[in-house]
Each structure stands twice: as structure tokens, then as C-alpha cells.
């Protein structure tokens, strides 16, 4: 059994598919965007994202990362006046709106405090996460946010897990830690040691309540 469970964001408590989250907005907003498109588009933005977030250590360093990521995913998609558009989503980026959490992400963090778990963040993000989760009202649940870009490494590199280790307190047979991508969080803690656990949190029979089942 794990004392302490480590839990990526992107993809794992927030969904990060821009049909989860980007198309709603658009729709809402009256923006039109060719969907076909995001195969290509999503990962060109999404890779220049993941290319630059460890320098994005401030407020404004932040936004302008986001800024950018944004406008270039937009851009992608065909949609008019994308740098406008971009601007606007970074101006929203306080409201719940803009982050939508995971189906049971809620109920199964609940449950893990209940059980007396150590939960901490380990993420490849800006400097805005933090926040980010006081947003969406996941802040609490956690005793502790290890951020990419605010401890210089992220995954799979081995420090960013080696940190969280640090802050929990546990050795890596006593960790399992929670994400959807192979590489970095699959491959990337296993390699110390951490037991892991990649879940797809849109699909059923691989949600986050699995967590439950082996934390």
C-alpha cells in the first residue's frame, strides 16, 4: 500500500484536450475553429509549451507562455483574429471556466485524505499552477506542489521526482505516482523505483478511480 501518491495535472486532474476544454469556450463565445485540424495543431502548441515552461517562473512569464501557446494553437485551428482570441483566454485564466477538472478527480482526493495519504502535485508546469488549483478548489487536498518550472526539472527528469520524495518523506517502494503520459510519468519515476500508474480520465475503464483500487 502506498503511504504517499503523487499526481501529474495535465491530462490526469485537469483535462487538457482542447475538445474538452478550448472547444466549450469557442462554442460559447460564438468562435469558430476547424476541428480537423487539431491533430496537427495541438501538439506543434503543445510541444513549443513543453519547450519553454521551465522559464515561465513568474506571473507575467506565465501569461506570455500561455499567451503564445494559445495563439499558436488558435492559429492552427483557423480561427479569425487568434492573437485576439489568445489574449482573451489569458485574461479569463482565474475563472473555473478555463480548467476543467477530471471526471471523480474530486471524490477520489477526497477519499485518499480520508484514508490518511500523503498527496502531493508532481508537475510539468508554469509558475501559475499553484494557483491554477486554488482555482478549481484541488489546493486543499494536497500537503505539497512540486512545479517543474519553480524547481528547475521536470519530468522524466529524475530531481523533480527525487524532490517530491524529499517532501513526502517516503522511499520510492512506499510511492505510487499518478499521470497519462508514458514517458513522464510512467517510465520517468519507475526509474527510481516509484510505483506508477497511468489512467485516461475520460475513459471508464481507465479513470481516475482506479486509483482506489491499488493506492
Known amino acids: ?58 506571473l507575467e512569464s506565465s501569461l506570455n507562455l500561455w499567451r503564445q501557446t494559445d495563439r499558436m494553437l488558435l492559429e492552427g485551428l483557423g480561427v479569425e483574429n487568434a492573437g485576439e482570441v489568445a489574449q482573451r483566454l489569458v485574461s479569463s485564466w482565474r475563472e473555473p471556466e478555463i480548467w476543467v477538472v477530471a ?17 502531493l502535485v508532481v508537475s510539468n ?4 499552477l499553484p494557483e491554477v488549483l486554488r482555482v478549481v478548489d484541488l489546493a486543499d487536498y494536497f500537503d505539497d506542489l512540486v512545479v517543474s518550472s519553480l524547481v528547475g526539472a521536470a519530468k522524466p527528469d529524475r530531481r523533480i521526482f527525487e524532490e517530491a520524495l ?13 499521470g497519462d503520459e508514458p514517458l513522464a510519468d510512467g517510465e520517468g519515476p519507475a526509474a527510481l523505483g516509484i510505483k ?6 475520460t475513459n471508464p475503464n481507465r479513470d481516475l478511480r482506479r486509483v482506489l483500487e491499488v493506492a
Open 1 to 58: 500500500m502506498a503511504e504517499a501518491i503523487f499526481f501529474d495535472v495535465g491530462g490526469t486532474l485537469l483535462l487538457a484536450n482542447p475538445l474538452d476544454w478550448l472547444k466549450p469556450l469557442l462554442d460559447r463565445w460564438g468562435i469558430a475553429a476547424d476541428w480537423r485540424r487539431l491533430a496537427e495543431a495541438g501538439p506543434r502548441a503543445f510541444d513549443y509549451y513543453n519547450r519553454n515552461h521551465l522559464a515561465a517562473r513568474d
Open 196 to 201: 506508477t500508474l497511468l489512467v485516461e480520465p
Open 125 to 128: 508546469w508554469d509558475a501559475l
Open 103 to 119: 471526471p471523480h478527480a474530486r471524490e477520489v482526493l477526497r477519499e485518499l485524505r480520508r484514508r490518511g495519504k500523503k498527496l
Open 166 to 178: 524529499a517532501r513526502a518523506g517516503t522511499a520510492p517502494e512506499q510511492t505510487l505516482h499518478v
